[in-house]
């Protein structure tokens, strides 16, 4: 099942969803973001590899970098007279010289709903 996006009217899934009509496809679309890893939320996040418990820090700004690459894929797929995206697919990675930064990977198909 599919769902809309938060900021737009622009429907967005991870399948090809059964029962929605789809007028054309318009090609493959992404949108990255990349996030650096903040020496304070390091070290709370050291903290709590000792003590337990979840890293809230990190897990913000990785949502934060998720709706930046969805946003991303949005726009390209608005570029092409895209309504939609499906198939989308998300990637994480670790990057940077001390595996300091993650980026956030989404891309999927434009298509142009009935």
């Known amino acids: 099942m599919g769902w809309f996006s938060k900021s737009t009217n622009f429907f967005l899934s991870t399948t090809t969803p059964p029962g929605?009509?789809?007028?054309?496809?318009?090609?493959?679309?992404?949108g990255e973001a990349i996030i650096g890893a903040n020496i304070f939320r390091d070290m709370f996040a050291s903290v709590r590899d000792v003590v337990g418990g979840r890293a809230g820090g990190y897990e913000r700004a990785l949502a934060g970098a998720r709706d930046a690459a969805v946003e991303g894929l949005i726009e390209a797929a608005k570029e092409l007279g895209a309504n939609g995206v499906i198939g989308i697919d998300f990637d994480y990675?670790?990057?940077?010289?001390?595996?300091g930064m993650m980026m956030v990977a989404v891309s999927g198909t434009a298509v142009k709903l009935g």
Do not use: F, S
């Open 20 to 30: 929605i009509e789809m007028n054309q496809y318009l090609g493959v679309v992404n």
């Open 93 to 99: 990675e670790v990057m940077g010289e001390n595996n």
